[in-house]
């Protein structure tokens, strides 16, 4: 039996798809939960009418993924610090809010529920995949660092630090000299 699908099935087809099922599954289940309609000529005839109009506004959604996915794909590399082991393992792990705030640090808006990250343990560098069409898929590089080597540049504010400490002793020196001018 010839049926429309009007969503998409996994394992049957995708939305709109005119496919052959057997009777049972088209009677019993497909048409009377709305997932599909019977294809008779004019249902054929129907579709064939949306999908015409549907395929000027289709293309232009595409032209505009393919826009963002150029300029995503010219985005540098992303630095996202994490808090690392000894051993070089990240604690916590790097997702796609992060990769969606470092993308909009940068000027380009993602939804984050478009945005797939691979597994990340470690330090380096990485990418992730945004899916912004059916067709259309971006690549954002991403480098995790240690949020310690930051704190290795406040080193020398320390040094600052013990040069008061010698002039609190300058202040002892002369408090040792009024004992003995008195």
Known sequence: MEIILKEDIIGLGFKNDIVNVKNGYA?????????????TASAKKQLAEDLRQKAHKLAKIKEEAEALAAKINAVPTLVIPMKVSATGTIYGSVNNVQIAQGLADNGIEIDRKKIVVGEVKAVGTYTASVKLHKEVTATVSFSVINDAEPQEETAPAEETVEAPAAEVETPAEEATETPAEA
Do not use: E, H, R, S
């Open 27 to 39: 009677n019993n289940y497909l048409v009377p939960t709305g997932k599909a309609i019977y294809a």
